[in-house]
């Protein structure tokens, strides 16, 4: 007999006291009415702030040795955030409904700006004529193009919702204006741009509900894409060929990737403190604007990083998080596809610097130095703010309790409910309307027998009816008979 001995139990490890209260007293916050709108406030703030400390350490040293003022650069991008930051209150305070009426006429006057971007009146700047200038300002109409087409699109796709499940109605007129958009675009050209209006037209077609072989189509439509516009243009091609072997032009095209994972590396853990980058004396082009990841991994180090990794993936989570408690659709849309563009953004700079992605020219968004482009996510961050007050939960609170004292603050009006467009009930066909002066044809009289046997020559069914009146009395009948006797 053989005796098998018992296998040790693995003893579970129970969260102590400590953890327990901890993780509980975090979903007791999160459950709160407006917890997703001070979390969006709060990662607003501090990527601002990033923002501008790392605007003002990558470009001082770059204008200073240009002779020029070392707050050059970050006046102007205190400037644009000043900007940014009154329109981000307007926003919020902006009721939703009409921001959703408007989304029409916005999307026009941006198609017609992109027009005329490709005329005299635009300006070329970094070998791409999307610029407008006035006086001392310029500004980009692909940013707010961006943001009317989610706006645009939603609308359409929301008002049409009922009948989307056919192609016609799925993607017209929401994909033709899209593709219109897309060549006004490339015709500057700005290949940077085109993606991530890309982003936006592709989340806003997920969101909505599309079928899955639309998006293989899309891809497949993209990828063709890609590479005839890579072979069509000389400097598309040497990023390619730059990202497939870096190694291959160290000093030319690959100047930048190369650079960047130098200033990435030398940062270490902690890195080496703002303003201490070897990066800001310029041996890294445009280290304050498309590059400026590779600064901030190399003056604050991989902490730094991680703490903006960690700004976009809260933005990613709380975004959606909008988008799931709203009973708006559109609402629901416009959060979804807004959270959506900012955090591909962001992805796609990043991948870039760590050279994951072929070089595209696309900024970090709140924190790369660009007017337009702050400006244009600063809105977006309003609008994302309002959708966030506009959940079920938070309108009730609102109305109930007072605007709180971050309400108070900004002075925001309480938000409206909303109210589901009243159902239409099917209109009944109207009779036609008589000819004037014609007559209707009268029945031929017949006697007491000819209409017998017509009742008896009727279909079964008629004739049932029919025998079933004689038998029951009529209700006049009997009310005429007890009226009288």
Request: aromatic share 8%.
């Amino acid at each position: 007999m053989t005796v098998v001995a018992d296998k040790p139990r693995t003893k579970r490890v129970r969260p102590t006291g400590r953890v327990v209260a901890l993780r509980n007293g975090l979903t007791a916050w999160l459950s709160r009415p407006l917890a997703d709108f001070h979390l969006l406030l709060a990662i607003f703030g501090t990527l601002t702030v990033i923002g501008l400390v790392m605007v003002l350490s990558a470009s001082a040293p770059g204008q200073v040795a240009d002779g020029e003022s070392a707050y050059g650069v970050f006046q102007k991008q205190l400037l644009y955030v000043l900007v940014g930051a009154v329109l981000f209150w307007l926003v919020l305070r902006f009721p939703l409904r009409r921001l959703r009426h408007t989304s029409t006429m916005a999307m026009l006057v941006c198609v017609i700006l992109l027009g005329l971007v490709l005329t005299p009146l635009g300006t070329e700047k970094w070998g791409a004529q999307s610029w407008f200038q006035v006086g001392p300002v310029s500004f980009q109409p692909i940013e707010a193009a961006k943001l009317a087409l989610a706006l645009w699109g939603a609308h359409v796709l929301v008002t049409k919702r009922a009948l989307l499940s056919q192609y016609r109605h799925l993607l017209v007129p929401v994909v033709p204006v899209a593709l219109l958009v897309f060549a006004l675009v490339m015709l500057q050209p700005d290949l940077g741009g085109t993606i991530t209006l890309g982003v936006v037209l592709i989340s806003l077609l997920w969101f909505v509900g599309a079928p899955l072989r639309l998006f293989g189509v899309i891809a497949a439509g993209a990828l063709g894409g890609a590479i005839v516009l890579a072979i069509g243009a000389a400097y598309r091609l040497q990023r390619v060929l730059t990202f497939l072997n870096p190694e291959q032009d160290p000093l030319g095209a690959g100047l930048q990737a190369r650079q960047a994972l130098f200033a990435l590396a030398e940062g270490g853990l902690f890195g080496k403190g703002l303003a201490q980058g070897s990066s800001r004396w310029r041996y890294l082009p445009n280290v304050h604007s498309d590059f400026i990841y590779a600064v901030i991994g190399e003056e604050l180090g991989f902490v730094g990083c991680f703490l903006v990794l960690a700004l976009f993936a809260g933005l990613a989570v709380v975004g959606l998080r909008i988008a799931a408690r709203n009973t708006d659709p559109w609402i629901r849309i416009v959060a979804a596809t807004l959270t959506v563009w900012l955090v591909a953004q962001a992805a796609i700079n990043i991948g870039y610097v760590v050279q994951l992605l072929p070089v595209t020219g696309i900024t970090l968004p709140m924190i790369s130095s660009g007017g337009t482009s702050i400006v244009t996510t600063m809105v977006v961050f309003g609008i994302l703010a309002n959708c966030a007050r506009h959940e079920p939960d938070a309108v009730a609170a609102l109305r109930k309790l007072g605007p709180g004292r971050v309400g108070g603050l900004l002075k925001l009006p309480a938000p409206e409910a909303y109210k589901p467009p009243p159902k239409r009930k099917p209109v009944r066909p109207s009779t036609p309307p008589r000819a004037p002066g014609r007559r209707t044809a009268q029945l031929p009289i017949m006697d007491p027998a000819e209409r017998r046997m017509a009742g008896r020559s009727a279909p079964p069914s008629e004739y049932r009816r029919r025998e079933s009146r004689r038998a029951s009395p009529d209700r006049n009948t009997r009310g005429t008979r007890g009226r009288y006797n």
